[in-house]
T-cell receptor, first 110, second 114 residues
Framework: RKEVEQDPGPFNVPEGATVAFNCTYSNSASQSFFWYRQDCRKEPKLLMS?????NEDGRFTAQLNRASQYISLLIRDSKLSDSATYLCVVNPDSNYQLIWGAGTKLIIKP | SAVISQKPSRDICQRGTSLTIQCQVD?????MFWYRQQPGQSLTLIAT?????????ESGFVIDKFPISRPNLTFSTLTVSNMSPEDSSIYLC???????????FGPGTRLLVL
């Protein structure tokens, strides 16, 4: 089983719709969780951290479910510019060894 | 945030040769990281580079194949040695400026080995 698993997609979503995807992690002792965004042929950029109490930033909401060992990302009122690959990142301990998911590709269609 | 540049942005190389990738940061950072990302795959950490000490390599990566230099707090190089087609990938450097877990990436170096 991979340490961090994501549905590769692509998720094809009409503009204005709400879309959500999950990421599961295998290490129950994992400490920190993040969502990064990677545009085509670009480097990854931090989208948001995922806190135990959940985290909302504008149209984006991230949540953590420790019991089921997954994190989720919800995008409301999706825009064409939201098209990208969304990478789930987990820090299994206090070291620098971040574990990266392979990403979920999202395509927003007009 | 951090401004990070990498050179070259892309290259096509013959098998058996070596390529050195440069990473420059706009301010001093303690740790720099080198990643590899193959098409459709997740990022894989190659090594962590500290200034003044040898790089720390992850499982599956060795210094003879991926020698790293870190001469100062704003610069690092990664060399891909004795390349084979399996080394074709995107190589990314990153730094953690704001916190230990928030990483900023350079634009990447796209390498194709023939």
């Amino acid at each position: 089983r991979k340490e961090v698993e994501q549905d590769p997609g692509p998720f094809n979503v009409p503009e204005g719709a709400t879309v959500a995807f999950n990421c599961t992690y295998s290490n129950s002792a994992s400490q920190s969780f993040f969502w990064y965004r990677q545009d085509c042929r670009k480097e990854p950029k931090l989208l948001m951290s995922v806190y135990s109490s959940g985290n909302e930033d504008g149209r984006f909401t991230a949540q953590l479910n420790r019991a089921s060992q997954y994190i989720s990302l919800l995008i409301r009122d999706s825009k064409l510019s939201d098209s990208a690959t969304y990478l789930c990142v987990v820090n299994p301990d206090s070291n620098y060894q971040l574990i990266w998911g392979a990403g979920t590709k999202l395509i927003i269609k007009p | 945030s951090a401004v990070i540049s990498q050179k070259p942005s892309r290259d096509i190389c013959q098998r058996g040769t070596s390529l050195t990738i440069q990473c420059q940061v706009d301010s001093q950072v303690t740790m720099m990281f080198w990643y590899r990302q193959q098409p459709g795959q997740s990022l894989t950490l190659i090594a962590t580079a500290n200034q003044g000490s040898e790089a720390t390599y992850e499982s599956g990566f060795v210094i003879d194949k991926f020698p790293i230099s870190r001469p100062n707090l704003t610069f690092s190089t990664l060399t891909v040695s004795n390349m084979s087609p399996e080394d074709s990938s995107i190589y990314l450097c990153s730094v953690d400026r704001d916190s230990r877990e928030t990483q900023y990436f350079g634009p990447g170096t796209r390498l194709l080995v023939l």
